[in-house]
């Protein structure tokens, strides 16, 4: 007979696994919008800033009925070659027609990130929402399995403990057999 105290331990490791998924899957979007704010902000600093017309708006289905937009601008660079390039997707709209204020990298002008300062701040955002739930699921699979583990009183019988006069523990109760 498995003790109570054995099931509540292997029901908090499986639980603590199942937070791992969302802690993982944070870490690796902070990771992420660390790097685009990192590359937007290297590009603000060393490259040179122009001011992109915005000429098609892609759209990606995301799930849930969401939207990642992927603009498309054209941008004069300092030779004066007309490049189009599309800075990371956001999940807001662009309007086709519209101008925004970019920096891109003259080595490579199809290297070209927006300069509002909001690179990477969805996955920033949606990082730490991942790692919060982790967090949330860990403490509360504690909590819970901590508070079950008290109550062990399903474990294993010894061999010498005394038993109440007319205990029979291989007794079935009446109506559990089905009479």
Do not use: W
Not at 76 to 93: E, Q, Y
Not at 164 to 175: M, N, S, T, Y
């Amino acid at each position: 007979m498995t003790s109570f105290g054995a099931v509540a331990d292997r029901g908090l490791l499986v639980f603590g696994c199942f937070s791992l998924i969302p802690l993982a899957t944070g870490a690796f979007m902070i990771v992420k919008g660390h790097r685009q704010r990192r590359q937007a902000s290297r590009l603000a600093f060393t490259g040179r800033r122009t001011t992109a017309t915005i000429v098609d708006n892609q759209m990606q289905p995301m799930s849930e009925g969401r939207m990642l937009f992927h603009p498309v601008i054209r941008f004069a660079a300092g030779d004066r070659k007309v490049v189009t390039a599309v800075p990371n997707p956001s999940p807001r709209s662009y309007v086709t027609g519209t101008t925004m204020e970019v920096a891109y990298d003259p080595a490579d002008p199809r290297l070209v990130a927006p300069v509002d300062g909001t690179a990477g701040r969805g996955y920033l955002t949606g990082g730490l929402i991942f790692i919060g739930f982790a967090v949330v699921i860990a403490v509360v699979s504690l909590l819970i399995f901590e508070d079950a583990a008290a109550f062990d009183t399903f474990g294993d019988v010894p061999a010498d403990a005394e038993l109440p006069d007319g205990f029979d523990p291989g007794a079935v109760p009446d109506g559990i057999d089905g009479e």
